[in-house]
């Protein structure tokens, strides 16, 4: 099966600023963007992000409006409050506090915050809603896709230094974090504990972190739905039914990247790792990314692939439920690999025009960052051939 993905016209009208004093400072950030394919059977999704569509072309995995209101009390106090509009699992753009913290700068090297911040579990994480600090239309959803919490309530610390010609961030954090999932679901993180550190070096930046947390995770479609009913009343089911979803998982990620850019020649790569006790399955990605600037123009090319390492339900089910498993498994594994084919325009201040052409394809048993409205077995089981346009 071959599908034609397009994305393109990541149009930003960004960094608008309105600053009303020396206290307070406006500014907001836009994207237009839309996916099509050439199957009406099938629509991109940015899965744990976006809503899986029924209109083709889609503006959902990528349109996104913000704005955005920093104060400055004093030299050491601030706060921010960033407020988006973009589609959710459910299908609703109903704005949201994406950021709401206040931060205090204990001294010049050591500053703590409270509140919601970003979900730190990425090179890229802090522009994840605002991709015009990124080369990409959005960022490879081989890697990211592995980690969807994008919101972090709780507190953290930030200490910057320097030693001889190296800058150095050292990062920990504490809280929580919450998503909405397709259909009516959601999932929470409990009890985040993490770590990030950063180098940067002239051309030359490197990311590395790790995170540990307690997982609940309801999923709420129909396939789900009915295969819990059907475990459960069936002789020996019920604990591959508690494997689905719950209260009692443990989940742990990892990530490491760098980006090498001298102006002219652009290097990035990251690795990220899932693992979880149960309710998701267990993978790991990668992606690397080269472009080479002509003025304003960046063309680029990413290889990028995901792998599963154990799927949500992983031990033989009752053998009259073997392909409903096998069907929900699929559907929960994003699993593919791809090559994107990319440029970028600035052509003008804080504006750019993105276009991608991406060739993606699925594993075998896996729906990849895609959403069929076919979800007989068979159609999960086989791979399928993406294109991009």
Do not use: C
């Not at 999932?187 to 770590?195: E, P």
């Not at 699929?330 to 991406?358: C, H, I, P």
């Amino acid at each position: 099966m071959k599908t034609l993905l397009l994305a393109l016209m990541s149009l930003w009208a960004l960094e608008v600023h309105a600053t009303q004093s020396d206290m307070l400072d406006l500014s907001g950030f836009a994207t237009l963007g839309v996916a099509v394919t050439d199957r009406n059977d099938t629509r991109f999704s940015r899965v744990g992000f976006d809503h899986p569509g029924d209109q083709n072309p889609d503006f959902g995995p990528d349109s996104v409006l913000g704005i955005q209101a920093n104060w400055r009390f004093s030299p050491q106090a601030a706060a921010v409050l960033q407020v988006l509009s973009r589609e959710s699992p459910r299908g609703s753009y109903m704005p949201r506090p994406t950021l709401a913290f206040f931060s205090y700068q204990l001294d010049p090297a050591l500053t703590v915050r409270l509140g919601r911040m970003r979900g730190p579990f990425f090179m890229f994480s802090d522009t994840i809603d605002v991709n015009y600090a990124q080369p990409w239309i959005r960022s490879p959803i081989e890697v990211y896709g592995l980690n969807p919490y994008v919101d972090l309530d709780g507190v953290d610390l930030l200490y910057r230094t320097r030693i001889r010609n190296v800058d150095i961030e050292v990062h920990p954090y504490f809280g929580s974090s919450r998503i909405d999932v397709f259909e009516d679901g959601e999932s929470r993180l409990k009890g985040i504990i993490g770590m990030n550190l950063a180098l940067s070096s002239g051309d030359l930046s490197i990311h590395a972190g790790y995170s540990s947390a307690d997982q609940k995770l309801q999923w709420s479609d129909p396939l789900h739905d009915w295969l819990q009913g059907a475990l459960r009343r069936t002789e020996g089911g019920v604990p591959f039914a508690e494997q689905m979803s719950g209260s009692d998982g443990r989940a742990r990620f990892a990530s490491a990247g760098f980006q090498w850019d001298n102006g002219r020649w652009l290097l990035i790569g990251e690795y990220a790792r899932r693992k979880v006790s149960q309710n998701a399955n267990s993978a790991h990605g990668w992606y690397l990314t080269a472009g080479r600037r002509f003025g304003t123009v960046i063309p680029y090319l990413t290889f990028a692939r995901q792998i599963q390492d154990e799927a949500i339900v992983d031990s033989p089910p009752p053998p009259e439920l073997g392909a409903a498993v096998d069907a929900f498994n699929a559907s929960r594994n994003l699993a593919q690999r791809s090559l994107t084919a990319g440029v970028r325009w600035d052509f003008a201040d804080n504006a750019a025009l993105k276009a991608e052409l991406m060739r993606a394809e699925t594993a075998d048993g896996a729906s990849g960052s895609f959403y069929s409205f076919d979800t007989s077995t068979s159609a999960l089981a086989r791979g399928r051939t993406v294109n991009v346009l």
